[in-house]
């Protein structure tokens, strides 16, 4: 029996949005997530129509707080961080059905009574609902909640039917791939892989989604898509500010962990797989991890494939910033990288011999998050040699995700007039400009998704662990050595040295977005 077949909301990525009667439980409620995007999510998806009729948001944390008192701080994230104007009698039918359960993570008592609020929910409408467990936490305290969802039952609660319990997990999925293969124990312990929604926001935003229209609904650029004809790929997600008030969980993270093995090798599987053979999302996810178990392991250490390095004082929209050893709760002699940059081989028939170039840092010339494909230049025979004249760039195919989404390529033209002359120029898409910029923000698309089962856009258990294997021997061999190596870079730049040489030794450089 398909997937399909034995769960009725698998839908996939272009099927009808319909979610079942829901009951969405957030632990964590009264944390920054909660309020700068979960919230606002349900608000703005009431707003489209797109919550069931029969849909109960329920906040679990361990301050105590009043059912009352949490609608409010609710209403108040909705006017602060919704994209849109909160509208009474639109937040009023969600508020109504808004209540709190107070208690720890690791106290079977009160899962107990989450059990028992949710079961009366149930009663009370007359009919089943599924329980969304959004687990919006620190991950020290997964394991717990993982471990009390399955000892009280709700895990399993209606499991074989449609309205199934099912659980979101915000990243990180471990620190390394240890934590990462035991993390995946604990979950597969309570609830089974398709219950199992691991959320990463950068594959809800509409350009991520839209790679996939681009490459399987344009007969001009499949063909293309592969060592004859690209030379090579660059992945950039570059962020403006710096760790801020953040240093105690940058210290323990870096960039590696935080950005290059989740969001930026997500992007680099979906660049990069093959075809899937239907828009299912185990169809989908099957390819990611081909392609991430076909990437050739890292050569580490001196003239090796990665480059690391930390922010020096700069610049930053004409404001000086310090250092990041200068930044409050960092060490003196802190080995946490806050720029890192890897080179890919991917070895199977359609990019033998084509590298891919990944790259992230704080605080950075400007805030970008690209795909950049790079086409071979044509044989230099009728446009060679006069440089003057012929001024020739290779075709790029850039797909912006943010902060203006959209994509563009560069074409080489004609330059009017009676001599013949050429240039680079540059055709832009954003949607913005074409759908309007009030477009729906990745976890509004991420919450609904996991209300109705699909999980296209969201990371497999396999899929973190074949991440993991490509980065935790970078992350051992960086501990191993402490400082040595450590490159730096000026604040408000675009990298270190060492990284600018590894892609000199294939004679490609870095772009700037």
């Not at 949005?17 to 969405?24: C, E, K, L, M, Q």
């Not at 089943?128 to 919006?136: A, G, N």
Request: charged share 20%.
């Amino acid at each position: 029996m398909s997937d399909t077949q034995r769960h009725p909301f698998l839908h996939g990525l272009s099927k009808h949005r319909g979610a079942p009667p829901t009951v969405v439980i957030i632990f964590g409620a009264s944390g920054d997530l909660t309020a700068r995007k979960l919230i606002p999510a349900v608000y703005n998806l009431s707003h489209d129509n797109l919550l069931p009729a029969d849909f109960y948001l329920v906040g679990y944390g361990r301050k105590p707080i009043p059912d009352d008192e949490f609608r409010g701080l609710a209403a108040d994230a909705i006017k602060e961080f919704s994209r849109r104007e909160l509208k009474p009698e639109i937040w009023d039918r969600v508020a109504a059905h808004t209540t709190y359960v107070a208690g720890g993570y690791d106290d079977r008592a009160a899962f107990d009574r989450l059990a028992a609020h949710i079961d009366a929910l149930e009663k009370k409408l007359g009919r089943d609902v599924q329980r969304l467990f959004y687990i919006s936490t620190p991950p020290s305290v997964f394991a717990p909640i993982l471990l009390n969802l399955g000892a009280s039952g709700l895990a399993a609660k209606h499991l074989g039917l449609p309205h199934h319990s099912k659980v979101i997990i915000e990243k990180p999925f471990g620190k390394d791939l240890v934590s990462a293969r035991e993390l995946n124990v604990t979950i597969r312990s309570v609830f089974e892989e398709h219950q199992v929604y691991r959320i990463d926001h950068y594959l809800g935003k509409e350009t991520v989604q839209d790679l996939l229209v681009q490459r399987f609904a344009n007969a001009i650029f499949e063909p293309l898509w592969n060592r004859n004809f690209i030379d090579s790929v660059q992945i950039t997600v570059a962020e403006e500010v710096g760790v801020g008030t953040r240093g105690g969980y940058y210290e323990q993270s870096g960039c590696l962990r935080d950005m290059i093995q989740n969001h930026t090798m997500q992007l680099l599987a979906l660049t990069a797989m093959e075809p899937p053979g239907s828009l299912h999302a185990e169809a989908i996810r099957d390819e990611k991890v081909k392609v991430l178990n076909a990437i050739q392991p890292l050569t580490i250490g001196p003239a090796g494939d990665v480059a690391r390095a930390q922010y020096a004082a700069g610049m930053i929209g004409g404001k000086a910033v310090p250092g990041y050893l200068e930044e409050e709760g960092i060490a003196a002699q802190s080995n946490t990288e806050t720029y890192a940059a890897l080179r890919l081989s991917i070895n199977n028939w359609r990019w033998q011999g084509v590298p891919f170039y990944l790259r992230s840092g704080k605080r950075m010339a400007r805030r970008v998050s690209e795909i950049a494909i790079n086409f071979r230049r044509p044989p230099g025979t009728l446009f060679a040699g006069e440089t003057a004249r012929f001024d020739l760039a290779a075709n790029t195919l850039s797909f912006q995700i943010q902060p203006d989404e959209g994509l563009s390529l560069i074409l080489n033209t004609k330059v009017p007039g009676l001599e013949t002359r050429t240039q680079p120029v540059k055709m832009s898409f954003r949607y913005a400009t074409t759908f309007g910029s009030n477009t729906a923000e990745a976890y509004e698309r991420l919450v609904l998704d996991a209300m109705i089962g699909d999980g296209t856009l969201f990371i497999r258990g396999d899929e973190a662990e074949a991440s993991w294997k490509l980065c935790t021997p970078v992350l051992d061999y960086w501990r191993s050595v402490g400082r040595t190596g450590m490159d730096t870079y000026a604040a408000g730049g675009w990298g270190p040295p060492s990284a600018d040489a590894l892609l000199a030794k294939q004679n490609h450089c870095w772009r700037q977005p």
